[in-house]
């Protein structure tokens, strides 16, 4: 039965006997090959049960036999991949795995990778994965006041209390007015928490609405996100400060014992008062004490500036001060100055605030009053303020001051005094002396004047005669000699003659210099076209019938989408323009505006052999001459789009512009060369001329002569 079972079985298997003969015995299988002869024998576990637990000599019938080339079919697709590349040599027989093989990255030696799909080395995948390994530092904000002086319970209490509230009191362009403050600690006299909602300058800058916050309302800021903020009073609120109260004498609310007043002290917070500022912010705000009243409602966290607007319209005998520049100073500053000034205004503070366009004569004595202490005035615009205009601002003070304008934007304006400015005491002076100076001539005029009509009038004095024409004719009758009309007409040709030479000479030296340049010319575009190497025609190429060259002809004139030849002439990116039209349609269409026609062709031969292309025809259009090229049938996009053997953009820029250059000065120097060779004949024409009158003269004079002797004898 297992001999029968067997016997079936083998006659089911595969066998691959190309002119092979397979001989079979009765009781024991014995199997002739010639050599070449392949058997493939797949071990089926459907039969495994079939099998036998004794060994005999007909075992190893059914172990597989090694072979280079596999023949067996596949089960699913991944196989039959695997299977199509070893059979194709992709692959050799000893591989690992099946899984190890399909891991694999196949990549074509021949194809041109993107920048960004290329495989980056070993040692960067190494750091990158070591970068990934290392813990990311987490930023740490620093603590703010509130979180220094308040106890957590007490800050998550007030954090908690905040989510409850609903009002909110909004913040506006112009920043933190009186009216704000008002409905600051309207709320707080209810609720020890205030919502504060920004907008404008100051929600974009959070930081700096914290400082002002915490600096103008004496209160801690517990919390903020984005443009909202809440606002803590303080444990010893005793509500707003009372009119009597002076800026600066007052202390922030003391909202912990012990160390957290010492915090407060230090912290941003503390209001400006000279004990906390530096000797020259002291001399500062003693400084602008004199100008005028300060603009409470200051958006920024240092000293107050003066608030121009409540300083007078107008002056009454105000004008536009004196200037003198000292001797030997230039009136202007360098770029460079003006540079370093603008600099060192940006780190001042304000000295004024400012919010109305006209009537700024206080504000212009206060600027000239300042000058005497500082080089530069700075002006900050007032925002919030309807129909503020910055250029108006600044265009009124400088005609007002006479100083110089170094910045002006919406936020700030900033004047420089000028070399030139002269104090006010100073020039009051000055302006004494010259009054004095003008009053002493105007004296010494009235005396002259005087003299001058008492002094009698002597009408017998002769006029001298000492250069005058008549002096000139009358030496010329004394002295000169009278010139002929021959002899004159013989200067005027000498006259004449010097100046040709020397116009000659001027375009002899015009044509060198013009050669000079055409040699630099051509130096520069042999350099650049050294790296031009064009390709020769192919000699095997593909060709298209006359029919298939007129429909060619019809479609391309037909086409919208055209590519356009400029000055460049041909470069590799038009070549790569070319390879990615005819990626979607077999055509191309190519105009270019150049005049001769020769020129056109010489340019549609160069495309055809650098293209690869088949040229249809060259037809005149409206916009020039239009080139139409066939891909081919073959055709096949090349590896690299851009050929490298042509010249790039911006090579080819600089030919076209080397180009131009040559012909210019090569038409040059042909005008220049005809001009002097026709001004050489036209002089050597004068002196053959002049030469024949002085002979036929010469003759002449011989012959009166020998008819005067003739006569005497």
Request: charged residues 30%.
């Amino acid at each position: 039965m297992r001999l029968n079972l067997t016997n079936a079985l083998l006659s089911s298997l595969p066998l691959a006997l190309p002119s092979s003969h397979a001989l079979f015995a009765s009781s024991k299988f014995k199997f002739t090959f010639t050599l070449g002869i392949c058997i493939r024998v797949r071990a089926l576990n459907t039969f495994s049960s079939l099998q036998t637990t004794r060994h005999d000599d007909h075992d190893d019938l059914f172990a597989p036999i090694p072979s280079p080339r596999h023949v067996d079919k596949a089960t699913n697709a991944i196989e039959r991949i695997a299977l199509r590349l070893r059979n194709l040599g992709l692959a050799s027989a000893d591989h690992a795995d099946g899984d190890d093989f399909l891991r694999r990255e196949w990549l074509r030696p021949d194809e041109a990778l993107l920048p960004w799909d290329k495989r980056e080395g070993e040692e960067y995948e190494e750091h990158e994965e070591r970068q990934k390994e290392k813990p990311k530092k987490k930023s740490v904000n620093a603590a703010t006041l509130a979180e220094k002086t308040l106890e957590e319970e007490e800050l998550r209490r007030l954090r908690t209390l905040g989510m409850s509230l609903k009002e909110k009191v909004t913040i506006p362009k112009a920043g933190l007015t009186r009216a704000v403050l008002d409905k600051i600690h309207r709320q707080w006299s209810n609720c020890e928490l205030v919502r504060l909602k920004f907008h404008e300058f100051l929600a974009q800058n959070m930081k700096l609405a914290h400082q002002i916050v915490e600096c103008r309302t004496r209160g801690l800021v517990i919390w903020r996100s984005g443009s909202y903020m809440w606002v803590y009073r303080g444990k010893n609120y005793q509500g707003p400060m009372q009119p009597n109260e002076k800026d600066g004498d007052d202390q922030i609310p003391v909202v912990a014992d012990g160390d957290a007043a010492l915090l407060l002290e230090k912290s941003e917070a503390v209001f400006w008062k000279e004990e906390n500022m530096t000797p020259e912010e002291v001399e500062f705000n003693r400084m602008l004490d004199d100008f005028g009243p300060r603009f409470v409602e200051w958006w920024g966290t240092g000293i107050l500036p003066v608030d121009a607007d409540l300083l007078a319209p107008t002056v009454p005998g105000y004008k536009t001060p004196l200037r003198l520049l000292p001797a030997g100073m230039r009136p202007r500053l360098t770029n460079d100055e003006l540079t370093n000034m603008r600099k060192h205004s940006k780190s001042l503070p304000c000295h004024f605030a400012l919010g109305r366009n006209r009537n700024l004569q206080g504000l212009a004595s206060a600027i000239l009053r300042l000058w005497e202490k500082s080089l530069v005035a700075k002006i900050g615009v007032k925002r919030g303020i309807v129909n503020t205009n910055n250029e108006l601002m600044a265009q009124e003070l400088k005609k007002l001051t006479g100083g110089t304008l170094l910045l002006r934007n919406k936020y700030y304006i900033v004047i420089y005094r000028g070399r030139d400015f002269v104090p006010t005491s100073v020039a009051a002076v000055i302006a004494e002396r010259q009054e004095m100076t003008k009053h002493v001539q105007h004296v010494e005029e009235k005396v002259r004047c005087k003299v001058h009509d008492i002094a009698p009038s002597r009408e017998d004095e002769s006029k001298s005669q000492a250069g005058s024409l008549a002096e000139f004719f009358e030496a010329q009758a004394c002295w000169g000699r009278d010139i002929s009309t021959e002899e004159r007409e013989r200067m005027r040709q000498e006259v004449t003659k010097a100046k040709n030479d020397k116009l000659a000479q001027k375009n002899e030296c015009k044509l060198a210099v013009a050669k000079a340049k055409r040699l630099t010319a051509e130096k520069l575009l042999a350099k650049i076209e050294a790296s031009l190497v064009p390709v020769g025609p192919d000699f095997d190429k593909e060709t298209i019938t006359d029919e298939e060259r007129v429909m060619f002809r019809s479609v391309g004139l037909r086409m919208k989408a055209y590519l356009p030849l400029g000055i460049r002439g041909v470069f590799d990116g038009v070549i790569e323009n070319m390879h990615l039209h005819w990626r979607h349609r077999e055509l191309v269409k190519l105009i270019t505006k150049q005049k001769t026609l020769a020129f056109v062709e010489d340019t549609a031969r160069l495309l055809e052999y650098e293209s690869g292309g088949i040229l249809v025809a060259i037809d005149e259009v409206p916009k020039g001459f239009s080139l139409i090229y066939y891909r081919g049938k073959n055709y096949r996009r090349p590896v690299t789009l851009r050929p490298k053997n042509l010249l790039t953009k911006a090579k080819a820029l600089q030919r076209s512009i080397a180009m131009q250059r040559h012909e210019a000065l090569s038409q040059h120097v042909t005008e220049l060369v005809g001009k002097i060779e026709k001004m050489k004949k036209e002089l050597s024409e004068d002196e053959f001329s002049d030469g024949d009158d002085n002979r036929g003269d010469f003759n002449g004079e011989e012959h009166t002569d020998y008819k005067d002797e003739d006569s005497e004898f």
